[in-house]
């Protein structure tokens, strides 16, 4: 599979835990970039049991459906959107809620970057949650709007 996928080792995957003492509200979540490419969309199909056409017939999707190439699947972008917050929350942070809306489409080889920023913060029962305000992006379009909630440990806490 030759999808290709960067990320800041200082701020991504492996940056060890993060903690709601932390971060503050504006702070951002690292960007995971991102170029789909037509194998991770084929093995997302099966994996999804997907067999809509428009992901992987390109005669279909440009003479039936209008759009220039297949379609990178919405619930793929979600689940890398999904993907840039639980890398940056570590493995002691929870994705509480998440919600995110497919508005556009993205075609395999563009660059998709996943991220997004801090709206809130607070402490509950123990843990800190966290608000967040989410987006993927091809370039400055938004591409799928979200948010979610994530509860990160308290320093001290064992985590």
């Known amino acids: 599979m030759s999808t290709s996928v960067s990320d800041s080792p200082s701020t ?7 903690h709601v003492e932390d971060v503050a509200v504006g702070d951002e979540v690292p960007a995971l970039e991102v170029v789909v490419d037509e194998t991770q969309m084929f093995f997302f199909s099966a994996a999804t049991y ?5 992901h992987y017939d390109k005669d279909w999707a440009r003479e039936r459906e ?32 998440f919600a995110a809306q497919n508005r556009a489409v993205a ?3 563009q660059t998709l970057t996943f991220g997004g920023r801090v709206t ?15 987006a993927g ?15 990160l440990p308290l320093r001290g806490s064992g985590a």
Do not use: C, K
């Open 66 to 97: 209008g759009y220039d190439d297949v379609l990178v699947q919405g619930p793929l972008q979600s689940a890398l959107l999904a993907r840039a917050v639980t890398d940056w929350i570590g493995g002691a942070g929870r994705l509480v809620r």
């Open 137 to 151: 992006r091809r370039g400055e379009d938004v591409l799928m709007p979200g948010s979610a909630t994530v509860s």
């Open 12 to 18: 991504g995957a492996g940056a060890g835990q993060l």
């Open 50 to 54: 997907n067999g809509h056409r428009i």
């Open 107 to 109: 075609f395999p080889g």
């Open 120 to 134: 809130a913060t607070r402490v509950e029962d123990g843990r800190g949650l966290v608000e967040l305000e989410l």
